[in-house]
């Protein structure tokens, strides 16, 4: 069954045709997409980095870091910068996300917990990772960087398979909330992507939902 094309994706397109057409660009947007796989390394370890009797824990974390090592590397073999691509939206995609998910979680299951926390939140970003890179592989012209991101795409898809039987059970009883934290996903998603769009010079095309 194929994924619904949601409002963000003609956006996403738009951005990602304008960004590997400047090396420069593309050099900030890969530079951009290292950081959020550094944050998400230091989040996996922050929060279930005692959980050592977890191979798929150790494997996960490990994997987010090379996503960052091998991204930042592919953004200074086209053009060494550090500079990004609207950081600020970029961070708070990812704090946002994190908090409100979890927070929304808690109220209704009750009580905070640490790897139900992890288990969402991974779901969250692997089905954004698992859309995003796929589109900007299909176009970027850099052989190199279309490597990384096929390799990246088949690391994303394992860690989802390695949480969906552990993320079953939690699926199951917030199966009315999915729909709505994907909702809210897409929606901050789209500031950081509409943040991306007027920094580039991309002509803007959709409304702000959030
Ligand atoms: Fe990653
Ligand atoms: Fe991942």
């Given amino acids: 069954m194929s994924a619904p094309v949601r409002s963000t994706d003609k956006l996403t397109a738009e951005v990602l045709d304008h960004i590997v057409q400047s090396p420069r660009l593309e050099s900030m947007w890969l530079n951009t997409l290292s950081l959020l796989e550094h944050v998400g390394a230091s989040k996996i370890r922050r929060a279930v980095g005692d959980r050592h ?89 850099h052989e190199g960087v279309r490597r990384e991101l096929k390799r990246l795409v088949g690391e994303e898809a394992k860690h989802r398979l390695m949480i969906e039987s552990s993320a079953q059970e939690l699926m199951a009883a917030v199966e009315q909330g999915w729909e709505q934290l994907l909702d809210r996903e897409e929606g901050l998603f789209e500031v950081w992507m509409q943040a991306v769009s007027k920094t580039t010079g991309v002509e803007k095309s959709e409304p702000l939902r959030v």
């Fill in 53 to 141: 009797d977890r191979l798929d824990v150790l494997d996960h974390a490990a994997d987010e870091a090379r996503h960052a090592l091998a991204l930042k590397r592919q953004a200074q073999a086209i053009e060494p910068t550090e500079e990004y691509l609207a950081k600020d939206e970029a961070l708070t995609y990812f704090s946002r996300l994190d908090h409100e998910s979890n927070t929304w979680l808690d109220s209704q299951l009750g009580g905070p917990s640490t790897w139900r926390a992890y288990l969402v939140t991974t779901a969250l970003i692997e089905q954004r990772a698992l859309r995003l890179y796929p589109a900007y592989e299909e176009r970027t012209t």
